[in-house]
């Protein structure tokens, strides 16, 4: 722990440097950025140098503070790291200011640009990096959603930003958005060309896969008993099994197998739902451990005897009884499979959101396109 003595004197120390100015100012970074920028001019490269400093502290003790990095070095690597991968906007917010300016280029407009990319990065990554904690916290998708969201405001920042701080004719504004949409466009059909995609792992809906890691160990799934035919005297028995989707029951060839399947699933889920860090996957796996149990209590006391037959035939075994399983435990089952489906449509609605830039970004509408819709009706024609 840090003595008194010690707190105050960094205290001083911080004031000395104008450390707090330079945090007050982010309001106008984010609100009133022909402010901050007309500030910017006017303050010393030693000042200049201290606001960076101080926005990659601001940054760094974010990292700490969310548990993200466990040093301060770490979470220098970390910016660095970033800063690098997301050097692409740096060199796009330069190449459109050169081409804006292209009969009186600035030199110091240029740096400008650059720095302006850098704070995009160190002081915006941090609300989006909140709001994917919330999101994993709360198990709300409307978070993942602003998260997404803070993306397209950044993009919004590096066309708008320019020409209210950087560029004070209104050709050159004109010339930059224009050169700007083109240089994004290019870039799409690029990464499309060549199969890059976006660093997008921190956006995983870290929820939907922990429930299919632990998913994977079931060998069930949604498959359930949903006839049964037997014999009169009830010596012989075959069951039917299904899944929601499936439009015919299929018999297997070994029921034992099956219902050992099915028990060895029921010890799986016991093991596995205390393990799981999201409550949604919780309520999930052990509604599913309701179902499984349902169905080997009623195949174990053979609750099936007393539904009403639906079909008598002769077979091989003799005259044979068709009858449904149980009700419940297939109602169960498509409740189960309906809450997939609901999870699924959740994160494809939250990430709807990206849909935004497809109003500055053609070139990803007709990817879109493409891919939802014209390669879609291709597969249907096959």
């Known amino acids: 722990m840090m003595s008194f003595d010690e707190i105050q004197k960094w205290k001083d120390t911080a004031i000395g440097l104008k450390v707090h100015q330079h945090i007050f100012s982010i309001a106008d970074f984010y609100f009133h950025p022909a402010v901050f920028w007309k500030r910017y001019d006017k303050l010393s490269n030693k000042d200049k140098a201290i606001q960076f400093g101080t926005y990659v502290a601001l940054f760094v003790l974010i990292l700490l503070c969310c548990g993200v990095v466990s040093s301060a070095f770490e979470g220098i690597k970390v910016v660095l790291m970033e800063l690098l991968r997301v050097s692409i906007c740096f060199v796009l917010i330069i190449l459109a200011l050169m081409i804006a300016m292209y009969k009186s280029i600035s030199k110091k407009v240029i740096l400008k640009g650059l720095v302006l990319g850098i704070y995009l990065y160190l002081l915006f990554a941090p609300i989006q990096l909140l709001f994917l904690l919330i999101f994993r916290n709360a198990e709300s998708y409307l978070f993942y959603a602003l998260a997404l969201l803070v993306s397209i405001v950044i993009d919004i920042y590096v066309m708008v930003v320019p020409c209210i701080a950087f560029l004070p004719k209104k050709d050159e504004k004109w010339k930059y958005v224009i050169a700007g949409i083109l240089l994004a466009s290019l870039c799409d059909v690029f990464c499309v060309k060549f199969d890059i995609r976006e660093a997008d792992g921190v956006y995983r809906d870290v929820i939907a896969q922990e429930r299919f890691e632990m998913g994977k160990s079931l060998q069930t799934a949604y498959r359930i008993p949903t006839m049964v035919a037997t014999t009169i005297d009830q010596s012989v028995t075959r069951y039917f099994f299904s899944t929601p989707i499936d439009t015919v029951s ?3 060839a070994n029921d034992a197998e099956y219902f050992a399947q099915l028990q060895a699933d029921i010890d799986t889920l016991k093991c596995i739902i205390p393990q799981m860090e999201y409550r949604i996957n919780q309520d999930f796996f052990n509604y599913a451990y309701i179902l499984k149990k349902s169905i080997l209590f009623v195949h174990k006391n053979r609750i099936y005897r007393y539904n009403p037959v639906v079909k008598r035939q002769y077979t091989e075994y003799g005259l044979m009884e068709w009858r449904a399983f149980n009700d419940e435990c297939e109602e169960m089952n498509k409740n189960l499979i309906e809450t ?20 500055y970004r053609p070139f990803l509408l007709w990817t879109f396109i493409d891919e939802r819709y014209i390669k879609g009706e291709e597969h249907e024609d096959e």
Do not use: P
């Open 250 to 252: 299929t018999m297997d």
């Open 340 to 359: 997939e489906i609901k999870y699924i449509e959740k994160f494809e609605r939250a990430q709807s959101v990206k849909c935004i830039r497809f109003l």
